[in-house]
């Protein structure tokens, strides 16, 4: 959907031990395959002879993130179609982060988050003399993930209020400008916490993630040459 914005929305609607090396391979699948996309999409478009617009759609829909998308679009050309259709895919999170969390609040604890050992958490043995209420529980004191994330409703209120028109002109000249600049610096950042390395050893994320990517290509492909 969304690369680096939907790990980060999925990361903050699950409960699970290992979450944070997890993200971390995420990503680096994300940062890896995106850029590679970078280089080969507009390369296979053209040898596909891919009309501009089936280009950009094309674009919008195959590749992770949308710094990656911008790229690809920017220097063929075909930056609104997408920009445009990569959005599309975002405001998915929205539905998918809320379906996700409620299924996480309704699982017990001892399931969300079992034990180095693969066994689920021991709850403890209540006092025979302390009161049923007082009792603690398997969810007592652990964060609940929230239903949907702040930066995923943040997009959507952004959307909403540009496509009222009451936006000045001059805002809207300016942002862009400053969004590149933003997300020049959230690729640099997202890069420098990415060890190809490790990622690359690690193997199976990599397989699953160029499995992944490569189903998403081919699939979104079909659709293109169907539709547009």
């Given at each position: 959907m969304c690369g680096a914005a939907a790990i980060a929305a999925m990361r903050e609607s699950t409960d699970l031990p290992d979450e944070d090396e997890a993200a971390a391979?995420?990503?680096?699948?994300?940062?890896?395959?995106?850029?590679?996309a970078i280089a080969l999409i507009p390369l296979l478009a053209g040898l596909m002879d891919l009309s501009p617009a089936q280009l950009g759609v094309w674009t919008?829909?195959?590749?992770?993130?949308v710094a990656q998308v911008a790229a690809i679009g920017a220097t063929a050309g075909v930056l609104a179609t997408a920009v445009t259709v990569?959005?599309?895919?975002v405001i998915l999170l929205a539905p998918i982060v809320?379906?996700?969390?409620?299924r996480q609040r309704r699982l017990p604890a001892a399931v969300r988050t079992p034990d180095a050992r693969g066994t689920a958490d021991a709850e403890p043995t209540p006092d025979a003399?302390?009161?049923?209420d007082a009792r603690p529980t398997a969810d007592a004191g652990r964060r609940r993930p929230p239903v949907v994330p702040l930066f995923?409703?943040?997009f959507?209120?952004?959307?909403?209020v540009r496509s009222t028109g009451l936006v000045p002109a001059a805002v809207t000249r300016a942002l862009p400008g400053v969004t590149n600049v933003l997300m020049a610096a959230a690729l640099f950042g997202l890069g420098t916490g990415i060890d190809v390395r490790r990622l690359l050893r690690g193997g199976r994320a990599a397989r699953l993630?160029?499995?992944?990517?490569?189903?998403i290509a081919v699939t979104s492909l079909a659709g293109v040459a169907l539709l547009v």
């Open positions: 391979s995420a990503l680096g699948v994300v940062v890896l395959y995106g850029t590679a919008g829909a195959a590749v992770h993130e990569k959005l599309g895919r809320a379906l996700t969390a409620y003399g302390t009161p049923p995923v409703v943040a959507l209120a952004m959307v909403a993630g160029g499995i992944a990517t490569a189903i």
